[in-house]
């Protein structure tokens, strides 16, 4: 579903990814792994579009179709969801109110009282709480969880088939890694969609099972591999990759 092929790319003249290889099939689950500035939230940032990024050579593919020249939100359009790694503060405007204009714009119409009645569900299954959808999006009066559970319940709704996942985990605690894995195993192995992870953390690794793991070192995959490769990783550290 989605395909990366020698992918490099670079900012402000400096390369920062070099010859990217994968493929995430549907109904897989993909982890990204590496150390700080690896250069892996910049991948999802290049797959997603960002025009800070410039791709030097390769292609990315979302099912058939060549997706380098498309802007984010066509990208979107076409079944793409990435993750914030930080999910930004937007003052005034609404949980309930963003999601409707989201799924307004990727579907070309209105919320239906069906989807409402499963975004009200999600937010009973994530904890949410009841007054989810009356809180301004990722307000700094909620707590950091409440941002992260946001992002997947966006990516639900808004039915997309291929997904990244910027480090949905940081500073959770497992109670809340389990909602967000159970929700992400619904979404991702029911449905046969595919789903890249960046992660770190082994308990959110354990409960995925993820089908293949990247190491991602000094903008280069270094190693690919399955659970043995990540095990090894969070035991050993980066260090046989310097």
Request: glycine residues 6%; negative net charge; aromatic residues 4%.
């Amino acid at each position: 579903m989605l395909t990366i092929k020698n992918i490099s790319a670079s900012i402000d003249d400096t390369e920062v990814l070099s010859d990217i290889n994968l493929e995430i099939k549907a109904g897989e689950i993909h982890a990204l792994m590496g150390p700080k500035e690896s250069g892996k939230s910049t991948l999802a940032h290049l797959i997603q579009g960002n025009p800070n990024i410039i791709r030097t050579n390769g292609s990315i593919n979302l099912g058939k179709r060549n997706i380098n020249k498309l802007s984010p939100d066509k990208r979107s359009k076409l079944g793409m969801f990435v993750s914030f790694q930080y999910p930004p503060e937007i003052t005034g405007l609404t949980n309930l109110s963003m999601l409707k204009a989201v799924f307004d714009n990727m579907h070309n119409t209105r919320l239906t009282n069906e989807v409402e009645i499963s975004y009200r569900n999600l937010t009973s299954e994530l904890e949410l709480g009841i007054i989810h959808g009356d809180e301004h999006v990722n307000s700094a009066d909620t707590p950091p969880s409440s941002w992260r559970k946001n992002e997947i319940l966006q990516m639900i709704i808004s039915n997309s088939d291929v997904v990244i996942l910027d480090e949905v985990d940081l500073d959770l605690d497992n109670h809340a890694i389990e909602l967000i894995a159970k929700a992400i195993l619904v979404y991702i192995k029911d449905t046969k969609r595919a789903c890249m992870v960046i992660t770190r953390n082994q308990y959110f690794l354990d409960l995925l099972k993820p089908d293949k793991v990247h190491i991602l070192v000094n903008g280069k995959i270094k190693a690919q591999g399955t659970t043995e490769l990540y095990k090894r990783i969070i035991e050993d550290g980066y260090t046989q990759f310097s």
